[in-house]
């Protein structure tokens, strides 16, 4: 393979054992970029020599690829290749502070064993520069978010607070604010429960945290729906857990193929309402089949509703929590895409036998979320501005899922096929012209689109080519130019000339 500038340092094979080449790749070169010796702006080694260097696949090369663009730590450049990005994700952070992606060599050296498992698997999400991006899949619509109101509440709720509440406050969250969560999934969603089961948490990620760490022992198998969400398994891998993929049909995670196998679980984790990333529904039967095999086993179902409150069409099914009748099933709500992301505020309603036990774990991380910012929130709930700004988004969302289904049907027919998500914030795009979806991606996301493959979310069993599609965040206009970028990708030529991107920039 012909020397690329700074590339000589690494490794020519690939260590023994390895058990993901990818990722063992994919830090190696982050390593060899944080390092200095892949350059800013210098052009990456091409995915085929890397290949052919480490005789592995070009397709893990590729993956490897994915990754570090999707961090931010490489980008593309129309029909000149790729080079490592110009500004990258660490530059954000505090020169002293250690890198958020931590390379094996660099930065991983004086971990503990719990420390370097914890680490071995994590992609962080940058930080938003820009909203609005098609398909960006994590953003609510936060151009729409009534910023105007939210600030007087929140100015009412700093100056008329008790001064109790600068005080330390409630390891499981501020008191009127359970209440109203209780009460709103209680109506929205079915989930039984009253205010002292519900624990305020930093996000589902936290709540996904706290279950690990009190619900599961080093090797403790965990039934993952496959494809699924990283973020689940990520937090369960740095348990130490054992993650055990369960493929999903049409009605959700098949159970019975897992027991047939004669597979253990400790814990389910499942997206019942709106299965990550394939936005099906678990029929009623399949949830009742979950309840009674949980039951049985004494497992663990972790419920995560992260968008359940988006429904478009077809009936609404309540949470799989409100048929539990022996307190298995704890249940996840954020309001980081019901309201915006930077809250960091959501949700876990759980068996009261688990309560002071996640008090108390609580306790001894962050103590509790920031009262003052609970407070405006429950203000926000209890006056029926959430209410109100769900019931909006919900019209947004439709018609912008709308406005994507038809102007693919216009320009990508033959192409990729995109599915008119029953609910939720992102879509699939079946890939039609028989191409594998990574590499498809990998030519999107040169093309400035934010978009990831199916086979991303694949954790064990392959999944059909397609891209996974955020809508609810992007404007109509956006969308439209989004379809074209990807016509483009698939056709290799503009119906009418490059698109202009029209996405928020915030000031320098
Ligand atoms: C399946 C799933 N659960 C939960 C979340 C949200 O997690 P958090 O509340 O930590 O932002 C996401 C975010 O994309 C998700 O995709």
Request: charged share 25%; glycine share 8%; aromatic share 8%.
């Amino acid at each position: 393979m012909a020397k690329q500038e700074g590339f000589h340092d690494l490794p020519l094979t690939a260590p023994k054992g390895a058990k993901e080449l990818w990722r063992w790749l994919r830090d190696e070169l982050r390593a060899e970029i944080l390092n200095g010796r892949l350059k800013r702006g210098a052009r990456m080694p091409s995915t085929r020599g890397l290949a052919r260097q480490y005789q592995c696949s070009r397709g893990t090369v590729v993956v490897a690829f994915d990754h570090l663009r999707a961090e931010g730590y490489i980008e593309g450049k129309r029909g000149t290749g790729t080079f490592v990005a110009l500004e990258l994700p660490d530059d954000s952070l505090s020169a002293r502070r250690p890198a958020v992606h931590l390379p094996k060599q660099t930065s991983r050296a004086g971990l503990s064993n719990r420390g370097r498992i914890a680490t071995e698997h994590v992609v962080t999400l940058p930080p938003s520069r820009s909203i609005g991006k098609a398909f960006r899949s994590y953003e609510p619509a936060i151009d729409l978010f009534p910023v105007d109101l939210w600030s007087r509440i929140s100015g009412r709720v700093v100056r008329r607070a008790p001064r109790s509440l600068y005080g330390q406050g409630d390891c499981r969250g501020y008191a009127p604010l359970r209440k109203a969560i209780a009460e709103y999934v209680g109506s929205a969603r079915g989930v039984r429960c009253d205010a002292d089961q519900v624990l305020v948490t930093a996000g589902t990620q936290q709540a996904l945290d706290l279950i690990a760490r009190l619900l599961l022992d080093p090797g403790d198998p965990v039934w993952m729906e496959d494809p699924g969400y990283p973020g689940a398994a990520y937090v369960f891998r740095a348990a130490g857990a054992r993650i055990v993929p369960v493929p999903v049909d049409g009605e959700g995670i098949r159970i019975d193929w897992a027991r047939r196998r004669r597979h253990q679980a400790k814990l389910v984790y499942t997206t019942p309402a709106n299965q990550f990333p394939l936005g099906l529904t678990m029929s009623l039967s399949r949830r009742l089949t979950l309840l009674h095999w949980a039951m049985a086993q004494s497992t663990w179902i972790v419920e995560d509703e992260y968008d359940a409150e988006y429904r478009y069409f077809g009936r609404p099914v309540s949470a799989l929590q409100s048929l539990d009748e022996s307190g298995s099933v704890i249940y996840l709500g954020t309001f980081t895409k019901m309201l915006f992301n930077s809250l960091r505020l959501g949700f876990a309603v759980l068996p009261e036998r688990l309560v002071d036990a996640f008090a108390a774990a609580r306790s001894l991380t962050d103590r509790h979320a920031p009262t003052l910012q609970q407070a405006v929130l429950a203000e926000f709930i209890l006056e029926g501005h959430f209410a109100h700004h769900v019931r909006r988004m919900r019209q947004v969302y439709a018609e912008r899922i709308s406005v994507l289904v038809e102007a693919a049907r216009r320009r990508l027919s033959g192409l990729l096929e995109v599915a008119h998500a029953a609910s939720g914030m992102r879509t699939i795009a079946w890939v039609r012209n028989g191409e594998h979806d990574l590499d498809v991606a990998q030519r999107a996301r040169s093309q400035g689109l934010e978009l990831a493959a199916l086979s991303q979310f694949a954790i064990r069993y392959a999944a059909p080519s397609g891209l996974v599609l955020g809508f609810a965040g992007c404007a109509p206009a956006e969308l439209r130019r989004g379809v074209d970028v990807l016509a483009f990708v698939l056709e290799g030529t503009w119906e009418n000339g490059p698109p202009r991107q029209k996405v928020r920039k915030e000031a320098e």
